[in-house]
């Protein structure tokens, strides 16, 4: 008999911590998709400019949680995620100067990051619609106010393939996925208050 065959435990069978947030944020994404079509981000600069302000508070959230060494630790590669700066410099390029606003993730640690981190990492997966609107209704690039919808430099599928390997590590146990899911949950909570904030939704 092939040993693999018997050495298959409970971990093994479960379902992918990434197939679980895909499945179970479902409604949660397509919530967002129902926001930016109300929002109209795309309709002038002036309205793109209030999404972008939106991701950057959610930004300043995320990697807020980048310097707990939890979280370090469970994604190795910190140093090339998260788009604050980027979301920053586009506020400037379009004269606008962001409001003050706490940081929502302040009480959030492992394994709720992950949840938060998920939510803006597949953010930046999906964003190649959003940066293609940006660039032909609106005249900006990768340089001018959409460097917050910019591919990663190594390319937006590598960078999203290595963080899913971070969340399906089999060091997490079963009872912490719940919590991560709990944590995504959370995170497309905050994205949506802020995008009914600056986009004036009810
Ligand atoms: C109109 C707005 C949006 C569009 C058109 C859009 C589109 C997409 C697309 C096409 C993908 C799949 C990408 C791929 O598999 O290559 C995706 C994934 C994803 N998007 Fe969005 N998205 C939007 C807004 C958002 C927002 C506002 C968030 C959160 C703040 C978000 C979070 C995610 C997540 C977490 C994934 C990964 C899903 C997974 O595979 O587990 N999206 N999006």
Redesign the pocket.
Known sequence: MNTSTITITSTEIRPAL?FR??TE?AAL?EL??T???RGQPFASRANYARFVEAQYH?QRDIEFLFADPAVQAAVPDLQVRGREAASLADLADLGVVAQDDVIASADVSMPAALGWM??????T??????LKEAKTQLGLSEEFGARNLAAYPEG??IV?RRFVASLDRDSLEGEQHEEVIAG?VA??GR?GAL?KRHFNLA
């Open positions: 990434s947030l895909k944020t994404h967002m998709h926001l930016m079509e959610f998920y939510v803006s990492e597949g953010s997966l999906g964003a190649a619609f959003l937006r599928a999203w995504a995170a497309y994205f995008l």
